[in-house]
């Protein structure tokens, strides 16, 4: 499907894959004061708070209780699964390896579809999986020695990117029946169900020591990352294939490897810029003629 409006579907395409660039150095930041449970919690409940006002604001919230279980089951792969995993991996090893790894989440997508018999094998789809994979791998094996870094922190991450590409495959048949403003208030909006009673347990003595950037930043993840970065992919993804966003979205890595080089010093070292080629040029390779799924929405990408 060709956009009508082009400058207007990439624009909101290539915002939304740089906010998720920065998403994971806000994220580093503010988990240092705010603990990872009352953090989620805050995000997604200002995401759940915007989003749903323009539901309202739409009367477009209605869905059937048979769509309502389905968001509900699927909550637990994400947000709740998806951020544990990424939060706890992020607040483990250095963003720009978090970045790097959350990359292969079309491939891992590709991977349990073709489990489930959704997606034929070629030989260029295998060949761009081992090729990001190898980039995954070289990602790891950069790890020891290197400040910041953490084996457990990567595998953290990996669990990230199963949870994301497990709930791409279920979510496959109702996104027929539910629009992108409904799926993405409704599991915001079920995690605090389970964010909100955790989070107490942790207490609020966080707050005492809250400034006004760590705010600002709590507010980027909520209403930047969690709730209008979704809203411009979803608007792109109505416009354009599966296959275009999910290479698009591979820029995600490099801005956060720019931006944490530029803003922090952190060098970007030969190990790690070969892990991250090699894994934006498999998912490249792989995305290339065909998406993973025969649907637009195909990652749950970014912070």
């Known amino acids: 499907m060709e956009a009508r409006h082009p400058m207007r579907v990439y ?42 006002g323009l539901g309202l604001a739409r009367r477009s919230l209605r869905v059937s209780k048979r769509d309502l279980l389905l968001l509900a089951g699927l909550t637990v792969l994400s947000p709740v ?9 992020i607040s483990m090893t250095q963003a720009s390896h978090a970045s790097i790894l959350i990359a292969a989440i079309p491939i891992a997508v590709y991977g349990i579809a073709f489990a489930r018999r959704q997606e034929s094998a070629t030989w ?5 999986i081992l090729l990001a994979f190898a980039g995954v791998a070289v990602v790891i094996a950069s790890s020891p020695g290197e400040e910041g870094a953490s084996l457990v922190g990567d595998l953290l991450i990996l669990g990230a990117v199963a949870c994301a590409a497990t709930r791409t495959t279920l979510i496959k048949d109702a ?10 208030f409704y599991q915001f909006f079920f995690s605090l169900f389970v964010f909100g009673p955790l989070s107490a347990i942790q207490g609020y003595t966080w707050l005492g020591e809250m400034t006004p950037l760590l705010w600002a930043e709590v507010l980027f993840l909520g209403i930047g990352c969690s709730a209008i ?3 411009a992919m979803h608007y792109a993804l109505s416009h354009l294939t599966a296959t275009r966003v999910a290479v698009t979205a ?7 490897l720019l ?16 892990g991250a080629l090699l894994t934006i040029a498999g ?21």
Request: proline fraction near 5%; aromatic fraction near 10%.
């Open 175 to 184: 996104l027929g029946r539910i629009t992108p403003l409904q799926l993405t």
């Open 11 to 52: 624009g909101a395409l290539i915002f939304s894959m740089v906010i998720w660039g920065f998403s994971f150095l806000a994220i580093k930041d503010v988990v240092a004061t705010i603990p990872i449970l009352p953090l989620s919690f805050v995000r997604f409940s200002i995401a759940a708070l915007l989003l749903g």
């Open 250 to 256: 591979n820029m995600v890595p490099m801005v956060t």
């Open 81 to 89: 699964g998806y951020f544990l995993f990424e939060t706890y991996g």
């Open 259 to 274: 931006a944490e080089a530029i803003l922090f010093g952190i060098a970007v070292t030969p190990m790690k810029a070969v």
């Open 124 to 128: 260029r789809k295998t060949a761009g």
């Open 283 to 303: 998912v490249v390779i792989t995305q290339l003629r065909s998406a993973a799924l025969k649907t637009p929405r195909l990652t749950e990408r970014g912070a």
């Open 229 to 231: 970065a979704f809203l």
